[in-house]
Every structure is written in C-alpha cells, then in structure tokens.
C-alpha cells in the first residue's frame, strides 16, 4: 500500500511543527519531512537551481533535527523526516548523535532524506569543496553507519578519520534510520545501492522532464534496481516522491511508476492557510487507500 507524507519549509513564520505535526497524524499521514539550510550566503554566486531569485523560506529554516523533535515529541506513530539533510554541512560523529537521538526517543520513526547540496559557497562556509562533496557525504554516511552498529566503532577515510569511539543512544531501528538519495543524476543508482536504503527525488512534471533530458522515474528504478542486485542487497529500496501538488492524477501516476511513499508539498505559511490544504491533501490521499 502506497503511504503519504508532507514536506514543509519549517520556518520562524510559518505553521509551528508541532501544530503541523499534531494536524498530519490526525489526518493519517505516514510522515512529516522538513529540509534544509544552516545559512544562505549573501554573496549570492551560486544560482537556485529552481531559477529566478531564491526564495527566503531558504535562509529562515528551523534547525531539522530540533524542529522534527519538537513533531514527535507531540504524535505517536508519525514518522518525522529531513526532506533533505545536507551532510556535506555537518559533523558526522554529531550527525550520527543527532539522528540516533531522534530515532531513539521517537521510538524508530526517523527516516533520513540525505544530499550534498547545491550551494558552492554554502558548502565551501563549512570546509567542504564543491567538486568533493559527494565524496565526502560517501563517507560521511559509511561512518555514520559505523557509529549506529557498533559497539566500538571507528572509521579511515580520505574525508573522514577517527579511531575507536563509543557513542550512544544506538538508533531504534536495526541499522540506523533509512536513509534515501534525495538526488536525480546518472551517478545516483550505484550510490544508492551503496550507502542508501532508498530514491527520495524532488516531483518534475514528465513530460518536461523528458524534453529537458532529465531523470525518467521508471527508467531510473529498473537501474537502481538492477545496481541493487549487483552488490547483493536484500529486500528492495524505497522509493519515496515528495513536492506533490494537489493533482490525483499525477498521484496515481506516481503510483504506477513504482513509488511506494508519495509527499505533499505545503508552502511555508501561517496555520490558516496551512491546516485546510492537510486536509485537502489528506482527501486525495483517502482515494489511493480504500
């Protein structure tokens, strides 16, 4: 059965994610994602990728970890999300504390929607080149696995380096949380089959997709799939959409190309306007789960 979740910017003046974390589970949502950004930096160089002038909600995001803690603090069985994280900004021993933290205390509902970013010199504030930020969220990610299954773990990589550690809370869930590719690229398949547990790609309308070259969904899961069973993985990856828009037919078209997870997506505004598109979002999704 196909699951439905929301994705929100998570900002000091939209909903509070506890309001919006409180109104999904009511609604039946499976789950709630908030991205990210640590900082946007001024200079402005590097140009959205969305086109135009970038919107604020992009320098106004709540820390996602705080802001998702603060959503299961206050529901039961809805699973909180970073829709994404940007590792290639943050400390993977912290890292590692945070998510197993989260997981830990939400009683395993963290599912963990990763990527390396597109801002050259947000990145580059934190240390990490553009040109190696795949590398480095690689092992950034092999490490966190380390730290979450070990008893004393310790990791020797060109980006990433420590010897034997011991931290904890471990995650609740065996393995550490789920974490999904939230990318679309030729490079993708082999990375997830890799170090990821699933695809969690941004919503395109396919048809301009296909006229502007980009990823085809059902093309790039028989290629996952296929590097999957290449490096032998069990079981089968997750395949999670978010940045839906209220249409059910193109949910029933995302359904039929293979996603088992699909995300709404809300604008980062007020609980008036916020609250009555949930349960719109929630009446499309009743149709799918009958």
């Not at 396919?206 to 993985?233: C, F, H, L, P, T």
């Amino acid at each position: 059965m196909t699951t439905f979740g929301l994705l929100i910017f998570a900002t000091d003046y939209a909903v509070s994610p506890d309001v919006l974390a409180r109104e999904a589970e009511a609604f039946g949502f499976e789950s709630l994602f908030f991205p990210e950004h640590t900082h946007i930096p001024a200079s402005r160089q590097t140009p959205w990728p969305g086109g135009g002038d970038l919107p604020e909600e992009y320098w106004h995001t709540h820390d996602p970890f705080v802001a998702l803690t603060m959503a299961a603090s206050v529901t039961n069985d809805l699973k909180v999300g970073t829709g994404i994280t940007l590792v290639t900004e943050r400390d993977p021993i912290l890292m590692a504390k945070q998510a197993a933290t989260l997981d830990f205390l939400s009683n395993g509902r963290l599912l963990l929607g990763i990527g390396a970013g597109w801002n050259a010199e947000e990145m580059q504030h934190h240390g990490v080149g553009y040109n190696t930020r795949w590398k480095v969220l690689r092992e950034r990610i092999l490490a966190m696995r380390e730290i979450w299954t070990q008893e004393e773990a310790e990791f020797h990589g060109e980006f990433v380096d420590f010897d034997k550690l011991w931290s904890y809370p471990k995650p609740k869930q065996e393995g550490g949380p789920p974490i999904l590719m939230g990318a679309s690229s030729k490079y993708i398949y082999k990375r997830i089959a890799e170090y990821c547990d699933g695809w969690f790609p941004i919503y395109q309308d396919q048809a301009r997709a296909a006229a502007s070259g980009a990823v085809n969904y059902r093309d790039s899961m028989v290629k996952i799939n296929e590097a999957w069973a290449e490096v032998g993985r069990d079981g089968q990856p997750d395949y999670s959409i978010f940045g839906v828009g209220p249409d059910a037919n193109v949910v029933e078209g995302l359904i039929e190309d293979g996603f088992n997870r699909v995300i709404f997506g809300l604008p980062p505004a007020d609980a008036d306007t916020v609250l009555p598109m949930v349960e719109s979002y929630a009446a499309i999704a009743s149709k799918f789960n009958q």
